[in-house]
């Protein structure tokens, strides 16, 4: 399991993401085990030209769906619709995983103007891209941490509250499954044309997690006060 999450801003697109990487190969056996091992680094890509960000979740083929729209995609000056197409013949480049229970899903942000798309890949299905507007979690679909970002965005977020929501969220994310999500945090600040990256332990999720829950407490515990005092 992964955990990534994008969120719009008026002025800039933040994305956060996990480390954690699971690497699974099929036993000698052909029995349908599949032993895995570990490893972490980071799943946000930038292109060479820094035309494009690609953060990846989810199964194993989103590293190379992930990796092939950042070294071959060229979206300057193409039109939504037109990336979308572009996006959607890169990744169907990437052979398919036959276990159509695997989700693949990659989040591409063009810097110049901040327009964002998920490109999701199931099982043999082809791939298809969506529009990005709001606010958007892929990776481990059971994962609570979704509430976060999906009852806690809002339009006219500034950037320090947006990159705050981000850390939160992979924060509580990896606080539920500490062996499936976890390596620490990074941030992509997408603003003005430009990517700025920005590395957070799992530590200091942690202790941003236990600040926010304190605050939730106290928040919960004045607004009963304030009910209990009415008439």
């Known amino acids: 399991m992964t955990f990534t999450v994008a969120l719009i801003g008026q002025s800039s697109v933040i994305v956060g993401a996990d480390r954690r990487h699971m690497a699974f190969e099929v036993d000698s056996q052909e029995t349908g085990m599949r032993p895995w091992q570990d490893y972490d680094d980071r799943k946000i890509y930038l292109s060479d030209d820094k035309s494009v960000v690609c953060a990846y979740a989810g199964g194993p083929q989103s590293e190379p769906i992930a990796r092939i729209i950042a070294t071959e995609s060229k979206p300057n000056g193409l039109s939504e619709m037109a990336w979308k197409t572009e996006l959607e013949n890169l990744a169907n480049k990437i052979s398919p995983d036959p276990d159509w229970r695997i989700l693949n899903e990659v989040m591409c942000i063009r810097p110049a103007d901040r327009l964002a798309m998920t490109v999701v890949r199931q099982g043999q299905c082809a791939c298809y891209a969506l529009p990005i507007k709001s606010q958007k ?95």
């Open 137 to 231: 979690c892929a990776g481990d679909r059971f994962s609570l941490a979704r509430f976060l970002p999906k009852h806690s965005w809002r339009e006219d977020m500034t950037t320090e509250e947006l990159e705050a929501l981000a850390r939160l969220s992979v924060a509580a994310a990896h606080r539920e499954n500490p062996t499936g999500i976890g390596g620490g945090c990074d941030v992509a600040t997408i603003s003005d044309g430009n990517v700025a990256f920005r590395y957070y332990s799992d530590l200091e999720g942690s202790e941003l997690l236990k600040d926010f829950g304190k605050q939730v407490s106290g928040a919960i515990a004045n607004l009963a006060l304030g009910r209990m005092n009415k008439p």
